[in-house]
């Protein structure tokens, strides 16, 4: 079975300053997608960034990027010029790209942005 | 464009009672839905899946039950609600798997 660790409970960054969570998983699969999710206090769960195993660049969703080593299997996201309103729990998720109908989670990272 | 409504926001009821959760989503067919847990502000627990009407898969044995009546309807149940059952209930549903989960706003039981 996939796993998905997200080593750092919680972060803090500066207001404007750059922040980066990690995410490590591990699959024996070669077909797969990975996707960070913000929750802030509303609790709503809300897609940040995608990424296909398949394709070797990095996505990037304006502010936000990721740094995808497929052989360490790492997926760590970026934030650049952090706001307020990035405050959040942050998700690792994996996704089988076979008949595998669930996403995997990480048990978060809870981001703190200080102005 | 898709969208996906899930009620009530808020639910206080005691021990024992029954419970009800409704999601529904729009401008899709055949979706796949999802009933996850979230306890103690945490991690999420996935309850039950559906790939199609009638069709519930359970992964975590307890007091909760799923239905998939129509198409793009998912309901979440239970006869006896306990303490434990405590927690954010949020429902989700999937189109392709390489575009993740939509996520519906959630519930907050609260069992009393």
């Known amino acids: 079975a996939q796993t998905v660790t997200q080593s750092q409970p919680e972060m803090s960054v500066q207001e404007a300053e750059t922040v980066t969570l990690s995410c490590t998983y591990d699959?024996?699969?070669?077909?797969?997608?990975l996707f960070w999710y913000k929750q802030p206090p509303s609790r709503q769960m809300i897609l940040v960034i995608r990424?296909?195993?398949?394709?070797?660049q990095n996505a990037t969703e304006n502010r936000f990027s990721v740094n995808f080593q497929k052989a360490a299997k790492s997926f760590s996201l970026k934030i650049s010029d952090s706001q307020l309103g990035d405050a959040a729990m942050y998700f690792c998720?994996?996704?089988?790209?076979?008949?595998?109908?669930?996403?995997?989670f990480g048990k978060g990272t809870l981001l703190t942005v200080n102005p | 464009s898709q969208t996906i409504h899930q009620w009530p926001a808020t639910l206080v009821q005691p021990v024992g009672s029954p419970l009800s959760l409704e999601c529904t989503v729009e401008?899709?067919?055949?979706?796949?839905l999802y009933w996850y847990r979230q306890a103690a502000g945490r991690g999420l627990q996935l309850l039950f899946y559906?790939?199609?009407?009638?069709?519930i898969s359970s992964e975590v044995p307890q007091n909760l039950s799923a239905s998939r009546p129509q198409d793009r309807q998912f309901i979440l149940s239970s006869k006896k609600l306990l303490l434990s059952d405590s927690g954010f209930y949020l429902c989700?549903?999937?189109?392709?798997?390489?575009?993740?989960?939509?996520f519906g706003s959630g519930t907050r039981l609260t069992v009393v």
């Open positions: 989700a549903w999937q189109g392709q798997p390489n575009y993740g989960y939509t």
């Open positions: 699959t024996s699969e070669s077909d797969y997608y």
């Open positions: 990424q296909e195993a398949y394709k070797q």
């Open positions: 998720a994996y996704h089988s790209g076979g008949s595998n109908y669930k996403l995997t």
């Open positions: 401008g899709t067919s055949n979706p796949n």
């Open positions: 559906s790939v199609g009407i009638g069709q």
